[in-house]
């Protein structure tokens, strides 16, 4: 295997996020056009937690303590909102260098490692969800970040290593766990077994210990601030949240993501790049392949828009376990270029979210300002704007659960607002 050269390979990673970094930071203004309720969520989660206060504990959300804390830091520095939502994608893509690197340098060829790498920066630090509609947003920047860490812990336990260092591999899935844990645990729930079965399978002790040791050190660190009342805090707003009628399944249907038009090609590439690892006589990768297929169809469906960035993962893997000699299957057909084919459909398939992912920092940086309007004027975050006509649109009501006193009352109000009230702002003359 042409393996990249470690000194080029980090610089050419270190480029990459460079480029995006400017790309974010040199317009010196956040446009958003699309979720502007989820970008307003997260500032007033990381806004309180500069305030002193803890996820779970001082206020509900399914989402972990790590997703917010990148931002919430910024912040805390006089960093604009704005910026500090830029500079926290940016802050999260380069602790996550390293492990792009160990994982590309010891496992991928040359020119894998460099385009998935590339590609796990872009991921990370990308105004937009995915998927094909062309706007600006941090809607669920969380999800690609799991995504993204996810992709290593997959990989690590997937392919061979060429450089012997359990211990490196350990250090990645532990600390990949504890921020799976602690921000998106869908996918924790998702990937852990596959994770933990695959170390099994290929008995990779030293891997499993350490990764045990990383991952313990960071609950203790958790633990040791939040206290252990923070744990059953979280368990308490993942169980209110599971019993949502609407967050237990935000788009999608589980039978569509298996058999709907949307999707059916999708897994069929999946089922037929597990058959052919078999065959090419990858018969363990062909197997936790297999195990982490549930995983990929569970993360889709957790996530809003359902976007299978997984197609990506499938691609790199296959072409990475493409046989060097020739090995024909039971039909006569050559497993080598079957694998080839599977993996470009995969490709194909996802091209538009790649696409979109890619160009979006770009599109942002040519945005022009007209049409926007600064949601927090005349303070430090004044570098954060929306689109005028958006924010301004009349609001949709959502029914109340008049069942609970409290909330009854809320909405007597609502349906009775003072007349001195604009959009919830008191009129003056």
Request: glycine share 10%.
């Amino acid at each position: 295997m042409n393996r990249p050269s470690a000194g080029l390979y980090l610089g050419f990673l270190l480029a990459v996020l460079a480029i995006q970094a400017l790309l974010l930071l040199g317009k010196g203004i956040l446009l958003i056009d699309q979720h502007e309720g989820d970008a307003l969520h997260v500032l007033q989660i990381a806004l309180r937690m500069g305030e002193g206060q803890w996820p779970h504990l001082d206020f509900t959300t399914p989402i972990g303590l790590l997703a917010f804390m990148p931002i919430s830091w910024l912040i805390s520095l006089g960093v604009g909102a704005g910026h500090a939502l830029m500079g926290a994608m940016i802050l999260f893509s380069a602790l996550m260098i390293p492990a792009i690197w160990w994982v590309g340098f010891s496992r991928l060829p040359s020119w894998l490692a460099y385009g998935l790498g590339g590609f796990l920066i872009v991921l990370t630090t990308a105004l937009v969800y995915g998927g094909e509609v062309q706007v600006t947003s941090i809607s669920m920047y969380y999800n690609r970040w799991a995504w993204a860490a996810a992709f290593l812990l997959v990989l690590v336990v997937m392919l061979p290593s060429t450089v012997e260092s359990q211990a490196g591999d350990g250090f990645v899935l532990g600390l990949g766990l504890a921020f799976l844990l602690l921000s998106k645990i869908t996918f924790f729930v998702a990937f852990f077994p596959g994770v933990f079965i695959a170390l099994v399978l290929r008995q990779h002790w030293v891997a499993m210990m350490v990764a045990t040791l990383a991952g313990v050190l960071v609950l203790a660190v958790v633990t040791l601030f939040g206290g252990v009342e923070f744990w059953a805090a979280y368990l308490g707003d993942l169980r209110l949240v599971s019993g949502s009628g609407i967050r237990s399944q935000p788009s999608a249907s589980l039978p569509v993501l298996l058999v709907g038009p949307s999707f059916l090609a999708a897994n069929l590439c999946l089922l037929g790049g597990i058959i052919l690892l078999r065959q090419a006589g990858h018969m363990l990768e062909g197997l936790v392949l297999l195990l982490f297929a549930p995983a990929f169809v569970y993360a889709t469906y957790q996530n809003w828009g359902n976007d299978p960035k997984w197609l990506i993962l499938l691609a790199v893997l296959l072409l990475a376990l493409r046989p060097d000699r020739h090995v024909n299957n039971p039909f006569g057909w050559n497993v080598g270029r079957a694998l080839g084919i599977v993996s470009l459909l995969s490709l194909a398939l996802i091209l538009p979210s790649i696409y979109n992912l890619t160009f979006a920092n770009l599109r942002h940086a040519r945005m022009s300002r007209e049409g926007f309007t600064l949601i927090l004027p005349g303070a430090i975050h004044d570098d954060i704007a929306m689109e005028t006509a958006r924010v301004y649109a009349p609001e949709r009501r959502t029914a109340f659960d008049l069942r609970d006193p409290n909330m009854r009352l809320l909405g007597q109000k609502s349906a009775n607002p003072p007349n001195d009230m604009l959009l919830g702002q008191p009129l003056s003359l």
